[in-house]
């Protein structure tokens, strides 16, 4: 730059030189212009014009110079640079490349699978990736062979996936690699088209490899390890699963929320005999049985319908069934996330064995007559195909629930395959009742008449009811300073508050029945 810039002022001096020479003629070779310190005006404003010329033409000479210089030191490092310099004297355009697209929800898996490969290799540099538009098709070896892509500083997010702590996945990056004589580049990078909703967001990612024998081995290898990798799913499998596009207030990446559900006993489940029989027949001895079924040629898939009264105990059943299952993989599904079931779908799919848990159907599922739009039609199809697409030979049990059978939509029932049992949850009888005090009084001491009392007084009720009884009852004894047993004052106290003070929508939405009315009798 220096040099170039000696030369253009060498250059300076001579054109002046010539400016004047042509002055000197230009005034027809007479020095009396000249002569003392006289000067004709109008040769001292074509001079004083062609200096300003001259200085203008050195500043733009300049000022060229200076951004060729600041473009080479900018650009000698860029993403189409280090591609160019790893390929040659391969051109860019020549190049192979492949692709694939994930669920984003997978991302954490699909990050580590990329990073385990890399090691497998000779790491020739490796980079962070940013877009420089985020409104083109995002991070492509065409958007880095064109520039509209770059390196930047390696980003990382934290990903929730149930353990201790996060794990860290990488957003975007670029490996530059060699294995043998095959040179390769490997990129991952999220979609980002517009018109992409949160839920259907893919990570892409590419191998680009020279048209050989040698890249096209290297390109299948890549693939079948991720593929391979992420079949095993380490980060998700065997938790409980929902997916999430809420904002996330801890700062961490959101996508797929893993439940930490506490443990719940057998002895926790109380449930007439033959109730418990159809769910360990049909949940957990066919999970058991699953391999022996198959061997057989017999269907590994099983569609469930739990119904009862609301509080009689399907929830807190397929909470029991989620931990009886170990080794599968638990999606919980809300009714107004059905509009997600084939994201849910294909991660069950992909996670087999899997429990999914779809709750409050009815509320998508209504007869047809009573359908008032045709996107509840459309969710109720959706529901039914996805049931009726999956494979014989899938390792998924799709469990229903709904407090209103009468009201699910005839398809159900008139079209097999997508249930096999109907379970029904019913209000717990006397026994019942009994151990749902015993074991919902959480060690507080109870004599025998006080429970043979309150099993009289809570007649029709659910089990929900008598949990939120023994609650308030653990609170009047409190109040009483809670020195000895549970008293039937205590009691009497509670199911009055729960029954009659809050009058009839208040039993309601506790769950009660028909109750018999009156005050508990004191029991010697």
């Given at each position: 730059?220096?040099?170039?810039?000696?030369?253009?002022?060498?250059?300076?001096?001579?054109?002046?030189?010539?400016?004047?020479d042509l002055i000197h003629c230009i005034s027809g070779g007479s020095t009396s212009h000249y002569q003392g310190n006289r000067k004709h005006p109008r040769m001292d404003s074509l001079q004083n014009a062609i200096e300003i010329v001259v200085v203008?033409?050195?500043?733009?000479?300049?000022?060229?110079?200076?951004?060729?210089?600041?473009?080479?030191?900018?650009?000698?490092?860029?993403?189409?640079?280090?591609?160019?310099?790893?390929?040659?004297?391969?051109?860019?355009?020549?190049?192979?490349?492949?692709?694939?697209?994930?669920?984003?929800?997978?991302?954490?898996?699909?990050?580590?699978?990329?990073?385990?490969?890399?090691?497998?290799?000779?790491?020739?540099?490796?980079?962070?990736?940013?877009?420089?538009?985020?409104?083109?098709?995002?991070?492509?070896?065409?958007?880095?062979?064109?520039?509209?892509?770059?390196?930047?500083?390696?980003?990382?997010?934290?990903?929730?996936?149930?353990?201790?702590?996060?794990?860290?996945?990488?957003?975007?990056?670029?490996?530059?690699?060699?294995?043998?004589?095959?040179?390769?580049?490997?990129?991952?990078?999220?979609?980002?088209?517009?018109?992409?909703?949160?839920?259907?967001?893919?990570?892409?990612?590419?191998?680009?490899?020279?048209?050989?024998?040698?890249?096209?081995?290297?390109?299948?290898?890549?693939?079948?390890?991720?593929?391979?990798?992420?079949?095993?799913?380490?980060?998700?499998?065997?938790?409980?699963?929902?997916?999430?596009?809420?904002?996330?207030?801890?700062?961490?990446?959101?996508?797929?929320?893993?439940?930490?559900?506490?443990?719940?006993?057998?002895?926790?489940?109380?449930?007439?005999?033959?109730?418990?029989?159809?769910?360990?027949?049909?949940?957990?001895?066919?999970?058991?049985?699953?391999?022996?079924?198959?061997?057989?040629?017999?269907?590994?898939?099983?569609?469930?319908?739990?119904?009862?009264?609301?509080?009689?105990?399907?929830?807190?059943?397929?909470?029991?069934?989620?931990?009886?299952?170990?080794?599968?993989?638990?999606?919980?599904?809300?009714?107004?996330?059905?509009?997600?079931?084939?994201?849910?779908?294909?991660?069950?799919?992909?996670?087999?064995?899997?429990?999914?848990?779809?709750?409050?159907?009815?509320?998508?599922?209504?007869?047809?007559?009573?359908?008032?739009?045709?996107?509840?039609?459309?969710?109720?199809?959706?529901?039914?195909?996805?049931?009726?697409?999956?494979?014989?030979?899938?390792?998924?049990?799709?469990?229903?629930?709904?407090?209103?059978?009468?009201?699910?939509?005839?398809?159900?029932?008139?079209?097999?395959?997508?249930?096999?049992?109907?379970?029904?949850?019913?209000?717990?009888?006397?026994?019942?009742?009994?151990?749902?005090?015993?074991?919902?009084?959480?060690?507080?001491?109870?004599?025998?008449?006080?429970?043979?009392?309150?099993?009289?007084?809570?007649?029709?009720?659910?089990?929900?009811?008598?949990?939120?009884?023994?609650?308030?009852?653990?609170?009047?004894?409190?109040?009483?300073?809670?020195?000895?047993?549970?008293?039937?004052?205590?009691?009497?106290?509670?199911?009055?508050?729960?029954?009659?003070?809050?009058?009839?929508?208040?039993?309601?939405?506790?769950?009660?029945?028909?109750?018999?009315?009156?005050?508990?009798?004191?029991?010697?």
């Amino acid at each position: 730059a220096i040099q170039r810039l000696i030369s253009v002022l060498e250059m300076d001096r001579a054109l002046r030189g010539s400016v004047e020479d042509l002055i000197h003629c230009i005034s027809g070779g007479s020095t009396s212009h000249y002569q003392g310190n006289r000067k004709h005006p109008r040769m001292d404003s074509l001079q004083n014009a062609i200096e300003i010329v001259v200085v203008v033409l050195v500043i733009v000479v300049l000022i060229t110079i200076i951004g060729a210089l600041i473009s080479w030191y900018v650009n000698r490092n860029s993403a189409a640079a280090l591609l160019k310099r790893h390929f040659a004297p391969v051109p860019l355009d020549s190049l192979k490349v492949t692709q694939r697209l994930f669920p984003s929800h997978i991302r954490a898996d699909v990050a580590r699978a990329m990073e385990s490969y890399a090691a497998q290799a000779t790491v020739c540099s490796f980079h962070g990736l940013m877009p420089s538009n985020r409104f083109e098709e995002g991070n492509t070896f065409s958007a880095l062979f064109c520039g509209l892509s770059n390196v930047a500083p390696l980003q990382k997010e934290d990903v929730d996936i149930g353990e201790d702590e996060p794990v860290q996945s990488i957003t975007s990056g670029l490996w530059l690699l060699q294995k043998g004589q095959a040179r390769f580049a490997l990129l991952i990078a999220p979609t980002m088209e517009l018109e992409e909703s949160c839920a259907s967001k893919k990570t892409r990612i590419q191998i680009a490899t020279i048209k050989d024998d040698a890249g096209e081995r290297v390109s299948r290898e890549v693939l079948r390890h991720v593929e391979t990798q992420i079949a095993h799913a380490p980060s998700y499998r065997g938790k409980v699963l929902s997916l999430e596009e809420g904002d996330s207030y801890s700062g961490q990446a959101s996508g797929i929320e893993v439940h930490r559900l506490s443990g719940i006993a057998r002895e926790e489940v109380i449930l007439p005999q033959p109730t418990l029989d159809l769910l360990d027949r049909n949940v957990i001895d066919f999970a058991r049985q699953r391999s022996r079924l198959a061997q057989m040629q017999m269907a590994t898939k099983k569609g469930l319908l739990f119904y009862g009264p609301p509080g009689t105990g399907k929830t807190h059943s397929c909470r029991y069934l989620i931990q009886s299952l170990p080794g599968h993989t638990t999606f919980l599904i809300s009714a107004e996330q059905v509009g997600q079931l084939s994201d849910y779908m294909i991660l069950a799919k992909l996670l087999q064995p899997s429990l999914v848990v779809i709750e409050d159907v009815d509320l998508i599922a209504r007869k047809r007559t009573e359908m008032k739009n045709p996107v509840a039609e459309t969710l109720l199809n959706k529901l039914l195909n996805e049931m009726d697409g999956l494979r014989e030979d899938c390792e998924i049990i799709v469990v229903l629930t709904t407090n209103r059978p009468e009201d699910l939509e005839a398809a159900l029932a008139s079209r097999p395959g997508r249930v096999d049992q109907a379970i029904e949850f019913p209000l717990p009888n006397a026994e019942g009742r009994a151990r749902l005090i015993r074991l919902y009084a959480r060690g507080m001491k109870l004599s025998d008449g006080v429970i043979e009392e309150t099993v009289k007084r809570t007649e029709n009720v659910t089990a929900s009811f008598i949990k939120e009884l023994m609650r308030r009852a653990a609170q009047f004894h409190l109040q009483g300073n809670g020195s000895s047993q549970l008293s039937l004052s205590d009691i009497n106290g509670a199911i009055d508050e729960m029954l009659f003070q809050g009058g009839s929508l208040n039993a309601k939405l506790l769950g009660a029945g028909e109750w018999k009315s009156g005050a508990v009798e004191a029991v010697e």
